[in-house]
């Protein structure tokens, strides 16, 4: 017999709910049954909510805390913090940088590929983030070929939401791409495991806390015809599509010697210009292109550590969002960032883009937006992005009294703009998924 789920969060010093963005509550509460937030409000919380005595519900004190909508990350690879600040690529830009990795990632095991995804999840879930997706691309001949069922379960085991893409690559270095042979797969292989991780974990209900995506990996490790079939497989199934582009200037130089085109145009042609795409980075976009992908719906991950770290350029976030495009935040992969922790990355969005523009370019209130709802529509995902009742209850909850805090007047800006302090819980689906020690 199952047994209902009852939380209450009371006494939040500041509640942002994004609903609407910017909406906030002092001395916030909210509650949810069974992981769907219920009630939401200010003040002392009622002694019956929904019909149900206050009593009956297992009570979270936030006093003294800023609480958000559960962060949500929209691209990473998990597996890479198992090689973070690799010696020989730690000066590399994105092309020297993967032909240094893919011989050394082609030789982890099933367990470095578990115990990879737990740390990240740990990370990300340290750092505020209840919603993550994952692009894993990567199948090493002597590894399991259920990599993606290990990183579900790892998620599992840290009750982590998760979003897995089943990623791919099918043009190695003798058929003109980047990747060794090692590491690739045949098409017919890669699209029945696709197809069987849809069928087998792929949860389209509100408050899933598992859903699939495909996402072959990028123009120089994937052939034209994969990435037609791969959409056709995603959308008889409504499942969401993911891969990474345009995020060097070395990405466009290739498409066009190999392709004739430009990424977008390649993106195009293979029939990936749609609301249920979204792309990784999406640096290298001239005015119309920008204006072609608003006018489809595609979402952008942003990923600036990442962008920074490979010095690859800077997503024109603000342009991207005004011709239509959700753009989410990401912390990319742990050997291009060197981390998951998600909070810092909207402190980086934030002074990246004001370093562009001044202070006025980027706000604080347009990268938590990013953060949460645009996360949440990059993913397809309704049912979270902001606390709301019938919403999901993934909430991040961060303490004031932390020392990196002391002394801040704006609660919400001090996230951004203090140095980041681990969240004193995480809640995911009304469980504390990850509390401060």
Request: with cysteine.
């Amino acid at each position: 017999m199952s047994t209902t789920r009852r939380f209450l969060l009371t006494g939040a010093r500041c509640l942002v709910t994004m609903d609407p963005p910017g909406h906030t509550l002092a001395d916030g509460w909210v509650a949810a049954t069974d992981g769907i937030i219920t009630a939401v409000g200010a003040g002392p919380a009622p002694d019956e909510i929904a019909g149900v005595p206050r009593a009956a519900y297992e009570t979270f004190d936030a006093a003294g805390c800023v609480v958000l909508p559960g962060l949500v990350n929209t691209h990473h690879h998990l597996y890479q913090t198992r090689t973070r600040a690799w010696s020989a690529a730690v000066d590399s830009e994105l092309f020297d940088w993967l032909r240094t990795l893919y011989p050394v990632w082609a030789k982890l095991t099933d367990d470095q590929f578990y115990e990879g995804a737990r740390v990240g999840f740990r990370e990300l879930l340290r750092s505020g983030c209840t919603l993550s997706t994952d692009h894993h691309y990567l199948f090493p001949a002597g590894a399991s070929p259920h990599l993606i069922d290990i990183t579900i379960e790892a998620a599992a085991a840290e009750g982590i939401r998760f979003h897995p893409t089943r990623g791919s690559m099918s043009r190695s270095q003798k058929d003109g791409g980047l990747p060794p042979d090692e590491v690739v797969q045949d098409p017919g292989t890669i699209l029945k495991d696709s197809e069987r991780l849809i069928d087998t974990w792929h949860d389209p209900r509100p408050g899933a806390m598992v859903r699939i995506a495909l996402a072959p990996c990028s123009p120089f490790s994937v052939d034209p015809g994969l990435m037609r079939e791969t959409a056709a497989l995603a959308r008889s199934h409504r499942v969401r599509l993911h891969t990474h582009l345009a995020e060097t200037r070395d990405e466009d130089a290739y498409c066009l010697e190999v392709y004739g085109k430009r990424p977008l145009d390649f993106l195009a042609e293979v029939d990936w210009l749609g609301p249920d795409v979204w792309l990784a980075h999406g640096i290298w976009f001239d005015d119309q292109e920008i204006a072609r992908l608003g006018e489809a719906g595609v979402g952008i991950a942003h990923c600036p550590s990442s962008n920074m770290r490979l010095g690859s350029g800077i997503c024109r976030v603000r342009d991207l969002r005004k011709a239509g495009c959700p753009v989410g935040l990401a912390v990319d992969g742990a050997a291009s960032n060197d981390s998951s922790n998600l909070l810092a990355e909207l402190r980086q969005a934030l002074l990246l883009h004001r370093v562009l523009g001044g202070a006025a370019a980027m706000t604080v209130q347009e990268v938590l937006e990013m953060a949460t709802l645009g996360g949440a529509a990059c993913l397809g995902r309704e049912d979270v992005g902001a606390v709301r009742p019938g919403l999901a209850c993934d909430l991040a909850v961060f303490d004031l009294d932390a020392v990196g805090y002391d002394g801040a007047d704006d609660p919400v800006a001090a996230l951004l703009l203090c140095h980041p302090e681990p969240a004193r819980a995480t809640i995911v689906g009304g469980t504390v998924a990850y509390a401060r020690d």
